[in-house]
């Protein structure tokens, strides 16, 4: 009897840990999302890897959770001249004026999104501190054409395996809301 008690009370436990949040989202809904067939990152000598000071090994993570939710997608990776998107990230650490720089560099307005032209989904929420950010980039018009905020809150006492988990959840999340829901991809392979 007491071990089915503890066994369905770590049940209990080990589900509530694994619910995942729903990010938000918000995009500017007059960029053709259904035509996007490639992506890249910036490189890491950019005007972007300025913004913020992480670790190679967090940014590395990040970096490896977007491409494994971008090949799940099948977006295809391409250099930064030739991609349909650039997807951004910044994780909300430091001061508000390297989030003030970052958004300059990716050219996303906090107040442009009263306009009528951006789109939410889910419930939008300003960006807090320990929040991961994604942006995808429109190349041609150097600026910011969707936006999705996480809560990642890693904690200093998360180890390595730990934070990537975090991370590669956050960045599921977050690339579910991209805008395609009545389109169908087809993959290369």
């Not at 500017?28 to 950019?46: E, I, K």
């Not at 650039?86 to 958004?103: A, E």
């Not at 934070?163 to 290369?188: D, F």
């Amino acid at each position: 009897m007491f071990k089915n008690l503890a066994i369905g009370i770590l049940s209990l436990l080990l589900n509530a840990c694994s619910i995942n949040e729903d990010a938000g989202v918000v995009y500017h809904d007059s960029f053709d999302f259904s035509a996007v067939q490639s992506y890249s990152l910036y490189d890491r000598n950019s005007a972007f890897s300025d913004t913020q000071s992480l670790l190679d090994s967090r940014r590395n993570a990040i970096e490896i959770a977007i491409e494994r939710m971008m090949a799940k997608k099948n977006f295809s990776y391409t250099a930064p001249e030739q991609a349909d998107v650039i997807v951004t990230y910044y994780l909300l650490n430091g001061s508000r004026s390297d989030y003030s720089n970052y958004n300059e560099v990716v050219h996303f307005c906090q107040y442009c999104l009263r306009a009528t032209t951006w789109k939410t989904s889910n419930r939008y929420a300003t960006a807090t501190h320990g929040s991961l950010i994604l942006d995808l980039v429109d190349p041609k018009k150097q600026r910011s054409v969707w936006r999705s905020v996480y809560p990642l809150n890693i904690k200093d006492k998360d180890n390595s395996a730990k934070s990537n988990e975090k991370i590669q959840q956050a960045v599921a999340s977050m690339l579910a809301q991209y805008p395609t829901s009545n389109i169908t991809r087809t993959s290369a392979y």
